[in-house]
């Protein structure tokens, strides 16, 4: 096992694991195991970094990566944009982390945007580090857990205006949401704001909660 010092930072701030003891030899996975062999999902920095684990979750409430990751979920709305990537952890947003093979990229989900974030796990957990508020938006939600408490499993701090649309990243314009349905919501979002120009109208429907 490689040194890898910012993820052993990381999981000195990060809590218990979510799944079993990693036991994978499958080849998709491979570049989450620098990550995942040490602590096989968790929590971090009042529950604004998510990482998935691999396989069964010890809780019933919690999502695998492999579930996650199916195309009947939410990802398949997205279409062939996102082929290729593995979705392994989210912001309290719900803003993706992938691996595409090697390096890590940063999904947006209303937009649909795709950006390469790091070379690789040990420089994703480094910017995490570096920087919790706006990487993972632990700021707003720790004072989110002070008001209302921890989020559940499976919810996510979601924008009654998407921010996409203008909305604030304050805590007057969240609510907490279920995950999938914020993915699903955006997905369409992402869809409409593709080619529209500036200004333009866009129809916003708003989930139900």
């Not at 809590?15 to 999902?41: K, Q």
């Not at 369409?188 to 708003?206: E, F, M, S, T, Y």
């Amino acid at each position: 096992m490689t040194d890898d010092p910012n993820i052993r930072e990381l999981l000195a701030q990060a809590g218990p694991a979510l799944g079993p003891d990693w036991t994978t030899r499958r080849a998709e996975y491979r570049t989450l195991w620098p990550l995942l062999s040490r602590r096989n999902g968790f929590y971090a920095f009042a529950a604004s970094l998510h990482v998935f684990p691999l396989g069964r979750p010890a809780s019933a409430r919690e999502m695998d990566i492999e579930r996650w990751n199916s195309a009947g979920l939410w990802r398949g709305a997205y279409g062939p944009s996102i082929d290729g990537l593995i979705f392994f952890a989210e912001d309290v947003f719900g803003e993706q982390f992938a691996v595409d093979g090697v390096s890590v990229v940063r999904f947006n989900p209303e937009t649909g945007d795709i950006q390469r974030y790091a070379a690789g796990l040990d420089e994703w957990a480094m910017r995490v580090l570096d920087g919790p508020d706006y990487e993972t938006g632990f700021g707003l939600a720790r004072q989110w857990e002070r008001i209302h408490g921890t989020l559940e499993p499976g919810r996510r701090l979601l924008p009654e205006t998407p921010f996409v649309l203008g909305g604030g990243f304050t805590i007057h314009n969240l609510f907490d949401g279920d995950a999938i349905e914020g993915m699903r919501f955006r997905a369409d979002l992402a869809q409409q704001v593709r080619d529209v120009p500036d200004g333009a109208a866009v129809r916003l429907v708003i989930p139900e909660r």
